[in-house]
Protein backbone atom coordinates (compact mmCIF):
# COMPACT_ATOMS: atom_id res chain seq x y z
CA UNK A 1 0.00 0.00 0.00
CA UNK A 2 1.86 3.43 -1.47
CA UNK A 3 0.74 6.37 1.13
CA UNK A 4 1.07 9.56 -0.04
CA UNK A 5 0.85 13.06 2.42
CA UNK A 6 1.20 16.34 1.20
CA UNK A 7 1.83 19.11 3.96
CA UNK A 8 2.71 22.74 4.01
CA UNK A 9 0.27 24.79 2.60
CA UNK A 10 -1.65 27.67 3.69
CA UNK A 11 -1.84 31.59 2.86
CA UNK A 12 0.29 33.90 1.25
CA UNK A 13 0.49 37.13 -0.19
CA UNK A 14 0.98 37.86 -4.40
CA UNK A 15 4.83 37.74 -4.84
CA UNK A 16 5.30 35.80 -1.56
CA UNK A 17 6.54 31.80 -1.36
CA UNK A 18 5.78 28.66 0.05
CA UNK A 19 7.05 24.80 -0.16
CA UNK A 20 4.91 22.21 -0.10
CA UNK A 21 6.27 18.70 1.09
CA UNK A 22 4.81 14.76 0.69
CA UNK A 23 6.07 11.94 2.39
CA UNK A 24 5.30 8.85 0.60
CA UNK A 25 6.15 4.83 0.88
CA UNK A 26 9.52 3.63 -0.63
CA UNK A 27 9.47 2.13 -3.35
CA UNK A 28 9.44 -1.91 -3.66
CA UNK A 29 7.70 -2.02 -7.03
CA UNK A 30 10.91 -0.80 -9.51
CA UNK A 31 11.04 2.57 -11.26
CA UNK A 32 8.55 5.29 -10.54
CA UNK A 33 8.38 8.52 -11.13
CA UNK A 34 6.18 11.48 -9.66
CA UNK A 35 4.35 14.84 -9.40
CA UNK A 36 2.53 17.71 -8.07
CA UNK A 37 -1.14 18.63 -9.56
CA UNK A 38 -3.68 21.30 -8.43
CA UNK A 39 -6.85 21.83 -9.06
CA UNK A 40 -8.89 25.62 -8.42
CA UNK A 41 -12.82 25.15 -7.56
CA UNK A 42 -14.30 24.61 -11.00
CA UNK A 43 -11.69 23.67 -12.77
CA UNK A 44 -9.93 20.42 -13.99
CA UNK A 45 -6.78 19.00 -12.33
CA UNK A 46 -3.92 19.91 -13.96
CA UNK A 47 -0.57 18.97 -13.67
CA UNK A 48 2.46 21.58 -12.23
CA UNK A 49 5.53 19.59 -12.13
CA UNK A 50 7.17 16.51 -13.08
CA UNK A 51 10.10 14.39 -11.27
CA UNK A 52 11.45 11.36 -13.29
CA UNK A 53 12.93 8.53 -12.23
CA UNK A 54 16.40 10.14 -13.38
CA UNK A 55 15.79 13.09 -12.00
CA UNK A 56 14.90 14.84 -15.16
CA UNK A 57 12.11 17.44 -14.39
CA UNK A 58 9.19 18.89 -16.64
CA UNK A 59 6.83 22.00 -15.16
CA UNK A 60 3.80 23.52 -16.82
CA UNK A 61 4.46 26.54 -18.99
CA UNK A 62 2.82 29.12 -16.14
CA UNK A 63 5.43 28.55 -13.12
CA UNK A 64 8.34 27.62 -15.33
CA UNK A 65 10.94 29.98 -13.22
CA UNK A 66 9.06 30.47 -10.27
CA UNK A 67 8.25 27.07 -9.19
CA UNK A 68 11.10 24.20 -8.66
CA UNK A 69 10.32 20.60 -7.66
CA UNK A 70 12.98 17.83 -5.77
CA UNK A 71 13.01 14.61 -4.32
CA UNK A 72 14.69 13.30 -0.90
CA UNK A 73 14.91 9.63 -1.53
CA UNK A 74 17.04 9.29 1.45
CA UNK A 75 13.76 10.47 3.24
CA UNK A 76 10.90 9.71 0.60
CA UNK A 77 9.81 13.55 0.70
CA UNK A 78 9.08 15.31 -2.87
CA UNK A 79 9.04 19.42 -2.33
CA UNK A 80 7.37 21.98 -4.75
CA UNK A 81 9.00 25.11 -3.89
CA UNK A 82 6.84 28.29 -4.94
CA UNK A 83 8.35 31.51 -5.31
CA UNK A 84 6.71 34.61 -7.18
CA UNK A 85 3.08 33.78 -6.57
CA UNK A 86 0.19 34.87 -7.89
CA UNK A 87 -3.74 34.93 -7.09
CA UNK A 88 -3.83 32.06 -10.18
CA UNK A 89 -1.54 29.32 -8.12
CA UNK A 90 -4.67 29.50 -5.70
CA UNK A 91 -6.22 25.48 -5.95
CA UNK A 92 -5.75 22.64 -3.31
CA UNK A 93 -2.06 20.90 -4.03
CA UNK A 94 -1.70 16.93 -4.63
CA UNK A 95 0.92 14.83 -4.91
CA UNK A 96 1.06 11.65 -7.02
CA UNK A 97 3.18 8.73 -8.10
CA UNK A 98 3.22 6.72 -11.51
CA UNK A 99 4.79 3.33 -11.52
CA UNK A 100 6.96 4.38 -14.58
CA UNK A 101 10.42 5.86 -15.76
CA UNK A 102 8.75 8.96 -16.84
CA UNK A 103 5.69 10.99 -16.28
CA UNK A 104 3.98 13.20 -17.95
CA UNK A 105 1.20 16.02 -17.25
CA UNK A 106 -2.08 13.62 -17.85
CA UNK A 107 -3.46 12.76 -14.63
CA UNK A 108 -5.02 9.41 -15.57
CA UNK A 109 -1.15 7.66 -15.69
CA UNK A 110 -0.70 7.93 -11.85
CA UNK A 111 -1.57 4.89 -9.85
CA UNK A 112 -1.24 6.67 -6.12
CA UNK A 113 -2.71 10.12 -4.78
CA UNK A 114 -2.72 12.10 -2.05
CA UNK A 115 -5.46 14.09 -0.33
CA UNK A 116 -4.23 17.33 -0.98
CA UNK A 117 -3.21 20.50 0.76
CA UNK A 118 -5.04 24.09 -0.22
CA UNK A 119 -2.84 26.72 -1.39
CA UNK A 120 -4.53 30.48 -1.34
CA UNK A 121 -2.79 33.47 -2.93
CA UNK A 122 -4.24 36.68 -1.66
CA UNK A 123 -3.41 40.66 -0.67
Known amino acids: QVELLESGGGSVEPGGSLKLSCTFS????????MAWFRQAPGKEREGVAI???????SYRDSVKGRFSISQDNAENILYLEMNRMEPQDTATYYC?????????????????WGRGTQVTVSS
Open 96 to 112: ARARKFYCTMRANIYNY
Open 26 to 33: PSTSGDYC
Open 51 to 57: INTDGST
